[in-house]
Nanobody, 123 residues
Framework: QVQLVESGGGLVQAGGSLRLSCAASGRTFGAMGWFRQAPGKEREFVAACSRSGFVKRYADSLKGRFSISRDNAKNTVYLQMNSLKPEDTAVYYC??????????????????WGQGTQVTVSS
């Protein structure tokens, strides 16, 4: 059974940091990414990385604050979020591709999804 399980969300004050984890199981994945969805808004791309973790892509608005990494020995993808702002409040989802390592920004391009973890940033 293929699973992506996110953890690490929570409530944090503006300016704080959180690290999200995504534990993957059931198969190997190509590219993996993070998306987020705020209430009343569409799901948006946050970051993605290749199978090796060396190639990364970020949403332009998040560059410099968010960092994606991947530990294949632990089958885990991380999202380090620094200098958090209230507008970062959203449910954060981990996503994976079956084989492709193309780091696309479109949610429909990803084959597997986690259940999401809530991140709330207070002002």
């Amino acid at each position: 059974q293929v699973q992506l399980v996110e953890s690490g969300g929570g409530l944090v004050q503006a300016g704080g940091s959180l690290r999200l984890s995504c534990a993957a199981s059931g198969r190997t994945f190509g590219a993996m990414g993070w998306f987020r969805q705020a209430p009343g808004k569409e799901r948006e791309f946050v970051a993605a990385c290749s199978r090796s973790g060396f190639v990364k892509r970020y949403a332009d608005s998040l560059k410099g604050r968010f960092s994606i990494s991947r530990d294949n020995a632990k089958n885990t993808v991380y999202l380090q979020m620094n200098s958090l702002k209230p507008e970062d409040t959203a449910v954060y989802y981990c996503a994976g591709k079956r084989l492709s390592e193309v780091l696309t920004m479109t949610a429909a391009d990803y084959d597997y999804w986690g259940q999401g973890t809530q991140v709330t940033v207070s002002s």
